[in-house]
DNA sequence: CTGAAAGCGCTTACAG
DNA sequence: CTGAAAGCGCTTACAG
């Protein structure tokens, strides 16, 4: 059993067909301006006609870097390829690393066994640094990479104590700007539906909400935590009406638990938005197709993946030990869930 | 700007420290059985100090080949990240390929300039094979990657002429199997929501559907293309409805259509399944959801990742030009929406 | 601008 | 079982 002589074509040849060494050849491809134009032509010809594709690996070893980031998904549950955000959040990364000519190379470890051979992958040279997404605190492979000296940068904030660059979104301001917007519509009794409280976002927007609502110097016992689903959410709406009947807003912090307090709001014949006012987070898709739409956070995953993308690449660059954050604040997509439309004027 | 002098510890540098030579030294680590225990233990010893970790560029440039293969998903949308199906492909092809001890390199080219430079990646000496996913009938890369001599397996049925190794679902049993189970029940006025009319599958499914009825002698032209989301489903149900108002089953060619024909079907006052049975296809999570639960048909994605492995595996390891082919079989996952719950008798 | 040459870190016949 | 040596395909000072 032989390795199939695949990579036929080498630079030697292409080198021969043009008419010049080796050296001058990969000059070419390298983009090094120390070539004559003549030069050049020929040797672009001559790759042409041989179909010529240079051998990466070779050119990683030789080189001592790869242009390609890799992108790691620490999701056991494959729960990233379901949520709508993270295509924008890839779409991000995709786009700013293409822009620099590098290579994206994704990967999804599920076993442990997965995980050492992803380590050793990523230590060996087949990447110039790192984009670790949705790890949680048990997960060591940010330090294991970043002391081997790679560039390593995470998608939300580290654990304490662990000195890694990364990028962050602004739960806090997002949930603070969304009680705003609330207090802005008049509303005065404000319930909140928070995510489960071991996810540190939970403790981010739950905090949020409070500071909006004692600046605004109301009441904040309203809150009730629950999964992360349309059925979490109506549960929590169940149970925070038991402790206050006449809640006239919501703000949930999730699309999905937003829209069951919806259900429930409206099974108990209540108008939206004028009997109760309903914000979401995260502006998913889910968002726009409710009835009526969803007011919602929205988070700036494209531009999460660019920064994150940008990090990597300034600290492969830089050569650098040091490490980089950067805070990206939500925005907020004001839907008919919380403001009566306007009527146009003629 | 230099080099991070990152893989510091080479496999050299174990070899010293163990009292080898480099050959004896790399004979442990890729496995080979021509090492004395003694010396085996000493190089394990003296990589675990020295933190050794071989340097995957230059083995697969050594070796000729590197011990992981790609998966290219080609969807310009990223919709496939939020398809449902999605993860449970990726986890057949993550586990059959782990359990080789390969690793799993995922792409997903966005542009023109995404895909040339990938298509040089994945010649350039990278990966061993290519799975390829979601490509539509323009798509060049399979053929280019196969005419460099890499081992190529697609995910679905190549267009015409294309001479390539593939793994399908079989469309059109899954389609006769559920029509089937819906005369199976009793029901004799059968009408079908098919896929948009450019996809094969819709022509797929439409005649497996027209087949379980005319084997049991049943009319048939009771059919409506839709978008494949719910709304599209209401929107096919309510022409079905005016074209028979007594339409006692409905076989929809996604779940998000079948959900919306259910909806139409209960706000109409028919009860599911009593009045009208309703299956649908794909068996996503959100067939278990709804009320009634929903009827499916279920795609083997899992088996039909490990199928892919197993073909480009196959095709590396017998180094062979010809193409394999696997056709797989969905079941029925039977819920409440097409068969009525028997009470169990104390 | 160009080429000869060394070297990137590993694997693997080959000869013991 | 082991080692010396050649070689994988490229890049890059170095010296012209």
């Known amino acids: 059993m032989e390795a199939v002589s695949r990579s036929a074509v080498t630079l030697d040849a292409v080198a021969r067909a043009a008419g010049v060494s080796r050296a001058t050849a990969s000059r070419v491809f390298t983009g090094s301006s120390q070539v004559s134009d003549e030069a050049k032509r020929a040797v672009e010809r001559a790759a ?3 179909g010529y594709v240079p051998n990466r ?3 990683s ?3 001592g870097r790869s242009e390609s980031v890799g992108v790691v998904v620490l999701d056991p549950g494959w729960n990233a390829f379901q949520d709508p955000s993270f295509p924008r959040l890839l779409q991000g990364i995709g786009a700013e690393l293409s822009s620099h000519g590098l290579q994206m190379v994704m990967f999804a470890p599920q076993s442990g066994a997965d995980s050492i051979r992803l380590e050793q992958y990523l230590a060996g040279g087949h990447v110039d640094g790192v984009l670790l997404l949705r790890l949680d605190d048990h997960e060591v492979l940010p330090e294991r990479l970043q002391s081997r000296g790679i560039p390593v940068v995470l998608g939300g904030r580290p654990r304490n104590g662990l000195d890694i660059s990364f990028v962050h979104v ?5 949930a603070k700007n969304a009680t705003q917007h609330l207090i802005e519509q008049g509303r005065r009794r404000i319930a909140h539906i928070g995510a489960p409280q071991l996810l540190d976002l939970a403790a981010d927007r739950l905090q949020g909400y409070r500071e909006a609502l004692w600046n605004a110097a109301l009441r904040c ?8 689903s349309r059925e979490g959410g109506e549960m ?3 149970r925070l009406l038991t402790r206050c009947e006449d809640i006239d807003a919501v703000f949930a912090a999730s699309d999905a638990m937003a829209i069951g307090a919806m259900w429930v709001m409206q099974a108990l014949g209540r108008r939206i938005p004028d009997d109760v006012a309903i914000i979401g987070f995260d502006d998913s898709p889910l968002a726009a197709a409710t009835q009526p739409p969803l007011s919602s956070v929205r988070q700036p995953m494209e531009d999460m993946g660019r920064e994150m993308a940008r990090l990597v690449l300034s600290m492969t660059a830089l050569n650098t030990h040091g490490t980089l954050q950067k805070i990206l604040d939500p925005t907020l997509t004001v839907r008919e869930s919380t403001s009566r439309p306007v009527p146009v004027p003629l």
Chains 1, 2 share one sequence.
Do not use: K
């Not at 602004?170 to 997002?174: F, M, P, Q």
């Open 61 to 63: 070893l030789a080189a």
């Open 57 to 59: 690996a070779a050119r």
């Open 48 to 50: 042409a006609e041989l």
């Open 221 to 228: 016992d309203l809150v009730e935590h629950a999964e992360q």
């Open 170 to 174: 602004d739960n806090h301001a997002g």
């Open 236 to 238: 929590a709406m169940a």
